[in-house]
């Protein structure tokens, strides 16, 4: 039987190939040191991956990528990427990036039993708790609207964790920025963009939420 994996390696050469062709010293420099000036917290859908959405290069954007893109912060590898990104490498820029038609926001709309999913999914249930408005919408708006609703809350347990509280007070230049992903057409649209310090992040966020109603409930 054929090594399924043969591919993904005959692939990377050809990359490599063809990275080198247009910049002999690309793998040389990157070796050398990262300077990413954004940080991308998403889902593992292989349908979002981060730097081919963006159009980004190795060594552009630092990614962390979780089952529904949730941000706790007991959750000490989203916190450690967190914490790394902002006082390690001076990232400016962070983004919560959701997506629709996700399998982690979905499997929270129901309620049968996953396993241990159940658990990581919980504060995505929470949301739908604290927005009943979302499931009085036709079916089929729901779960868009349940993803833009989490990359609302990601954002705001974000601009509350340890680590950006200690940034906006030692006044570094960091921000937050909320969008979803459309599998669908491939496009990014906007939810909240560049708080920082000096935003009211649970106003912004509340706003944000009513656009969500008002677009998607109308
Ligand atoms: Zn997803």
Same mark, same amino acid.
């Given at each position: 039987?054929?090594?399924?994996?043969?591919?993904?390696?005959?692939?990377?050469?050809?990359?490599?190939?063809?990275?080198?062709?247009?910049?002999?010293?690309?793998?040389?420099?990157?070796?050398?040191?990262?300077?990413?000036?954004?940080? $991308?917290?998403?889902?593992?859908?292989?349908?979002?991956?981060?730097?081919?959405?963006?159009?980004?290069?190795?060594?552009?954007?630092?990614?962390?990528?979780?089952?529904?893109?949730?941000?706790?912060?007991?959750?000490?590898?989203?916190?450690?990427?967190?914490?790394?990104?902002?006082?390690?490498?001076?990232?400016?820029?962070?983004?919560?990036?959701?997506?629709?038609?996700?399998?982690?926001?979905?499997?929270?709309?129901?309620?049968?039993?996953?396993?241990?999913?159940?658990?990581?999914?919980?504060?995505?249930?929470?949301?739908?708790?604290?927005?009943?408005?979302?499931?009085?919408?036709?079916?089929?708006?729901?779960?868009?609207?349940?993803?833009?609703?989490?990359?609302?809350?990601?954002?705001?347990?974000?601009?509350?964790?340890?680590?950006?509280?200690?940034? $906006?007070?030692?006044?570094?230049?960091?921000?937050?920025?909320?969008?979803?992903?459309?599998?669908?057409?491939?496009?990014?649209?906007?939810?909240?963009?560049?708080?920082?310090?000096?935003?009211?992040?649970?106003?912004?966020?509340?706003?944000?939420?009513?656009?969500?109603?008002?677009?998607?409930?109308?």
């Amino acid at each position: 039987m054929p090594d399924p994996l043969t591919d993904l390696i005959a692939n990377n050469r050809r990359w490599v190939a063809g990275v080198n062709a247009s910049d002999p010293t690309f793998f040389q420099k990157l070796a050398q040191q990262q300077r990413p000036q954004y940080m $991308w917290i998403g889902c593992c859908d292989s349908r979002v991956p981060a730097n081919e959405i963006i159009g980004l290069l190795p060594g552009q954007v630092f990614v962390h990528r979780n089952v529904g893109n949730v941000v706790q912060a007991n959750d000490l590898n989203c916190m450690s990427a967190v914490q790394y990104a902002v006082e390690v490498l001076g990232i400016p820029h962070l983004i919560v990036c959701g997506h629709y038609n996700c399998g982690a926001v979905n499997a929270s709309l129901d309620d049968l039993a996953h396993g241990l999913i159940d658990y990581w999914i919980w504060p995505i249930k929470e949301i739908q708790r604290r927005n009943p408005w979302v499931m009085k919408l036709p079916r089929e708006r729901i779960g868009n609207a349940m993803g833009e609703l989490n990359v609302l809350e990601q954002v705001a347990n974000l601009a509350e964790c340890k680590v950006l509280r200690r940034a $906006w007070s030692e006044n570094r230049a960091v921000d937050l920025t909320g969008w979803i992903y459309d599998v669908g057409d491939g496009r990014l649209r906007t939810l909240l963009v560049r708080l920082d310090r000096d935003s009211d992040v649970r106003a912004l966020v509340a706003k944000a939420g009513e656009e969500i109603h008002a677009r998607l409930g109308a």
